[in-house]
C-alpha cells in the first residue's frame, strides 16, 4: 500500500522502518531522495499480548519473527540502506549475564504496578522524582514497574535492562544501548542533563550496571548479524541506525509545522497532545497538572500529557464484535455523527478505562457514577468517545498554553486518528484553533526522515517538516464558533483518578 502517489525515482534512496504500536505492527519502506518521500508499506502484523499465569505479556518473540519477515518483504522493493525501529515507551526485557531474555517483558496495562508509587523510599516521592525527571505520574512507568519486578528471581539474575526497541537493535546486531527518546521515559533520566539520574537510580536503590550507554537519535546502532541477514535476506552488515525510538518522539518529527508556535496531538491508542520545548517545565504547577517532560530530537522536549487515546474506541469495538456482527468503523462514525451531541461525556483518562476489558459496561458505569445517562446505542458511544477525547485535547492543550506562556496558533492532529474526521473536526470546534490533519503515518515517516538525515540525505529538523508537508496528503478543519456548547460539555466533567500525587 502506497501511502501517497508520488513517483518514486530510481535514484532514491530506501530506507526500512521498523513501526510497533500497541496493536499492530508494520514494517515500511520510505524512498527519500530531493523533493521526495514515498512511503509505501511492505508488511504488517498483529501485536497481541499474552496472559500468563503472572500477568499480561507481550509476545515480543512473535513482534520480532513479524519484523524479521518485513523486513525480508521490504529488501525485495530494493536495496535497503538502513534499518530504524520505534515501538512505544515504558516497557522492557531483562538480560542475564549471558545476554539472554529473562521472560516475556511484561504490558504496561498489566496490574503489577498499581500502588507502587505508594512504596517509595524516602526522598523519592513524587514530587522529588518529579523535580529531576519531569515526568508525568502513571501508574505503569517503567519506575514502577522496576519497583514490582524486584521481588522476582528474574530480577536477582538480570544485568541488562532494554526498553523494547532496544531489545530489538540487540537481536539485530548485539550491540547494547539506550535511545534517549524512549529513555527519557523511564522515570530515571535527568530532564536537566540528559542523561540517567545516577541520583534517582541511588535512591531508589537499582543497581547503575543495569542502564546501558545512551545513544541519540542518528547515531549508528551496529549492522546486520549474521542469523538475521539470513532470516531477513538483506545482507551482512547492512546498517541499524538509532531513530527517535518512543514512537511519538519520531511522530512528532513528521508533524508537517510551518509556523513556530504550533500545538500538536500524536492520536493512536493514546492520545499525545502538548507542545516543543526547549527547556522542560519542572515547576510544582507543572508537576500539579500531571504533565510530563520528554526528550525530543535536537534536545527539544516534548512537553505533553497522555490521554487514553482510540483506545477506547476500539475497546469498545472489540466488546461489539463478540457480541454481533462487527460493526464497520465507516457504519459506527455515520451514526455517531447522528446520533445527540453532548448527550455524555467521559473524562478518557479514568483509571477505569486503563485495562483491557468491556468498555461499553464501564463507559456505563462511569456515566451513572456521575449523574449521566449511558447512551444506549452503539452511535451514542462512538460520539460520547470522540467528543470527550476533543476535550481531553483542547483541556490538555489549553493548560499547557497557561504553564509555558506558549500560544499556538494551529493544532497538527497526526497518527492514526487524522483520519477521523469527526474527531479532526470537533478538536477544532472545543478548542477554537484551526487543525491540520495528517500524515497518518507519521512516527514511520519520522523514522525514515532521521535516517535519512543520518545519511546525510535532508537537512534539520525544520527541513524535515518542510519536505513532510510538501509531499504527504494533508486535511484542514476550521472551528465552527460553537464554543459555548464545548464550554458547557467541560463542566459536567468530574476530575479522573490518573492524576499526579498530591
Keep these: 500500500m502506497a501511502v501517497n502517489s508520488f513517483d518514486h525515482p530510481a535514484g532514491d534512496t530506501v530506507f526500512a522502518a521498523v513501526d510497533l504500536g500497541a496493536t499492530s505492527g508494520r514494517v515500511m519502506t520510505g524512498r527519500v531522495g530531493p523533493g521526495t518521500l514515498v512511503l509505501t508499506e511492505a508488511h504488517r502484523f498483529a501485536n497481541t499480548p499474552v496472559r500468563l499465569p503472572d500477568g499480561l505479556h507481550w509476545d515480543v518473540l512473535a513482534l520480532y519473527q513479524g519484523m524479521l519477515d518485513g523486513l525480508r518483504a521490504a529488501g525485495r522493493s530494493g536495496p535497503v540502506a538502513s534499518i530504524g525501529i520505534d515501538t512505544w515507551a515504558v516497557d522492557y526485557g531483562l538480560l542475564d549475564a549471558d545476554g539472554a531474555l529473562l521472560g516475556m517483558p511484561f504490558h504496561y496495562r498489566d496490574g503489577r504496578s498499581k500502588g507502587m508509587s505508594e512504596r517509595l523510599p524516602d526522598g523519592c516521592g513524587a514530587a522529588e522524582l518529579y523535580a529531576v525527571s519531569g515526568l508525568q505520574h502513571l501508574p505503569f512507568n517503567t519506575v514502577f514497574q522496576l519497583l514490582a519486578h524486584r521481588a522476582t528471581v528474574q530480577w536477582e539474575a538480570a544485568r541488562t535492562l532494554l526498553l523494547i526497541p532496544d531489545l530489538l537493535v540487540h537481536w539485530l546486531t548485539g550491540s547494547v544501548g539506550a535511545e534517549i527518546t524512549n529513555a527519557s521515559t523511564t522515570g530515571l533520566f535527568d530532564a536537566r542533563g540528559g542523561g540517567w539520574s545516577d541520583e534517582l537510580i541511588g535512591r531508589l536503590g537499582l543497581a547503575r550496571s543495569l542502564f546501558p550507554p545512551l545513544r ?100 469498545c469495538r472489540r466488546t461489539w464484535d463478540r457480541e454481533a456482527p462487527a460493526l464497520g468503523l465507516a457504519r459506527l462514525l455515520t451514526a455517531a455523527a447522528a446520533a445527540e451531541p453532548f448527550a455524555a461525556v467521559i473524562d478518557p483518562d479514568d483509571e477505569t478505562f486503563l485495562a483491557p476489558g468491556d468498555m461499553p459496561s464501564r463507559i456505563d458505569a462511569y456515566l451513572l457514577r456521575t449523574g449521566q445517562t449511558p447512551p444506549g446505542a452503539p452511535g451514542g458511544y462512538v460520539r460520547c468517545v470522540l467528543e470527550s477525547l476533543a476535550l481531553a485535547h483542547r483541556r490538555t492543550l489549553r493548560r499547557a498554553a497557561e504553564l509555558t506562556g506558549r500560544d499556538p496558533t494551529r493544532i497538527h492532529l497526526v497518527g492514526g486518528g487524522s483520519r477521523n474526521e469527526l474527531l479532526c473536526q470537533w478538536t477544532a470546534d472545543a478548542s477554537g484553533l484551526p487543525v491540520t490533519a495528517g500524515p497518518a503515518e507519521a512516527t514511520a515517516l519520522g523514522n525514515i526522515l532521521l535516517q535519512a538525515r543520518a545519511h546525510g540525505l535532508v537537512g534539520d529538523l525544520a527541513g524535515l517538516r518542510r519536505l513532510v508537508a510538501r509531499t504527504q496528503p494533508l486535511r484542514h478543519y476550521e472551528p465552527r464558533g460553537n464554543g459555548r456548547a464545548w464550554d458547557r460539555a467541560e463542566a459536567r466533567l468530574s476530575p479522573g483518578p490518573v492524576r499526579a500525587d498530591a
Design 216 to 315: 541519540e537519535p542518528g547515531d549508528p546502532a551496529g549492522t546486520l548479524l549474521a542469523h538475521a541477514a539470513e532470516a531477513t535476506g538483506l545482507p551482512a552488515g547492512t546498517p541499524v541506525t538509532t531513530v527517535a525510538s518512543h514512537d511519538t518522539a519520531s511522530a512528532v518529527v513528521a508533524v508537517p509545522a510551518r509556523e513556530p508556535d504550533f500545538a500538536y496531538v500524536s492520536c493512536g491508542t493514546w492520545s499525545l497532545a502538548g507542545l516543543e520545548l526547549d527547556a522542560p517545565v519542572l515547576s510544582e504547577e507543572s508537576r500539579a497538572a500531571n504533565f510530563t517532560n520528554e526528550r525530543g530530537v535536537d534536545g527539544t522536549v516534548r512537553y505533553l500529557r497522555n490521554i487514553m487515546g482510540m483506545w477506547l474506541l476500539e475497546e
